[in-house]
């Protein structure tokens, strides 16, 4: 457990906290007018490895090498110049700040963060932190990686679980969820989609799945992985043979077959490692999911209105209402997927680097 300080006076700015990976969906923008929870859970924090915010620079304006040392491996149209290493923790989890008047700007529902740190130290005045809650983004607050220190607490580091542990605590993430807008007529609204969590994790994932692809056709396993993965690596990917086939593999799960040519595997929700097979499917190529949108894949839970058991009487007919689902076919999150497949070195080859490209091309834009 930690507790994160202000580095020029001491004063403690957090709640004890215990850290966790980084969620896929911290940087995804989601809708217009959508209304998206807390990011982190309260008493944990992640570390986002990248820089985050302005200032920012066009690609044209990059000397040699220099997106490479960033870990972007193809154009894009510009980077951020802002310090790497956040921490990022639930706005509930702060203590100790106050709002900087004069960097609250240029924002529409809420804070978007635009302005730089709009958090400073209650005793200091040093900016430490950057708070966001506007519309269509997940609401954080983003501890300046320079202005803080974190200080260990309780004895020190929490241990974390097993994946045998995790396997057993059944945690899941659902495929759908109500989403609440600004919009509605009458003031607050909601409709009935895919969780944004789900797309977020579907374009990290289908990154690493074009990837491991190696520009060949690829088959995942039917039924919602399908519907998820399918249409996607339809469009992307060129038909024909040979095929590359993808299976499920992961802690409690039987051993996978040995002629997966890829395989979706759970990251460790504390740690942020993938889940490892041993034996004839070692050299399969690992593509991660988020623990809570794999275990629903592998084990789909019903969706069942009231605790039920037993059968209905002969002479009753069920009139319950069909499960809500969602308005149109599931699309991957652009921007988690442009982030993470910039990222990896393989993007150097023509045919991804097209994908980054060319975002707009008529059958893209269906998955998207």
């Known amino acids: 457990m930690f507790v994160f300080v202000c580095v020029g006076c001491g004063a403690e700015l957090t709640t004890s906290l215990s850290q ?5 969906h911290a940087r995804q923008k989601y809708g217009s007018g959508v209304q998206l929870p807390v990011l982190m859970e309260s008493g944990t924090f992640a570390v986002d490895p990248d820089p985050w915010g302005g200032p920012w620079r066009l690609w044209k304006d990059l000397g040699p090498g220099e997106a490479e040392a960033r870990g972007i491996y193809t154009p894009v149209h510009a980077v951020s110049d802002g310090a790497p290493g956040a ?30 740190p709009n ?19 997940w609401q954080v607050v983003r ?25 057993a605590s059944r945690e899941r993430t659902p495929p759908f969820e109500p989403i609440a807008t600004w919009g509605g007529r009458w003031g607050t609204s909601h409709f009935w989609s895919w969780s944004p969590r789900w797309e977020a994790a579907a374009g990290h994932a289908l990154a690493h799945l074009l990837v491991a692809s190696q520009g060949q056709p690829v088959t995942v396993p039917s039924g919602l992985t399908a519907d998820v993965f399918q249409p996607a690596l339809d469009a992307l990917l060129p038909p024909g043979a040979p095929v590359r086939l993808t299976g499920h593999a992961g802690p409690g799960r039987p051993s996978p077959s040995a002629g997966a040519d890829i395989l979706l595997v759970p990251v460790h929700p504390q740690t942020g490692q993938m889940w490892a097979p041993g034996g004839s499917v ?74 980054v490209e060319d975002r707009n091309h008529g059958g893209w834009l269906r998955v998207f």
Do not use: K, Y
């Open 20 to 24: 966790v990976a980084l969620p896929v």
């Open 143 to 167: 501890l300046e990686a320079e202005a803080v220190r974190r200080v260990p607490v309780d004895g020190g580091r929490a241990v974390p679980l097993s994946w045998a542990q995790l396997a």
């Open 87 to 116: 921490s990022l923790i639930a706005p509930g989890d702060v203590r100790g700040t106050r709002l900087v008047p004069e960097r609250l700007g240029g924002n529409c529902c809420g804070l978007d963060g635009r302005d730089g």
């Open 282 to 355: 070692g050299s399969a190529r690992l593509v991660p999911l988020p623990w809570g949108v794999w275990s629903w894949l592998v084990s789909p839970q019903p969706q069942l209105p009231v605790p039920a058991s037993g059968h209905l009487p002969q002479d009753v007919l069920r009139d319950d209402p069909l499960p809500p689902l969602p308005r149109r076919p599931f699309r991957a999150d652009w921007g988690t997927f442009e982030h993470t497949l910039v990222r990896l070195p393989a993007v150097r080859s023509a045919w991804l680097r097209t994908i």
């Open 119 to 137: 958090l400073a130290c209650e005793a200091c005045g040093r900016p430490v932190a950057t708070r966001i809650d506007d519309c269509s983004l």
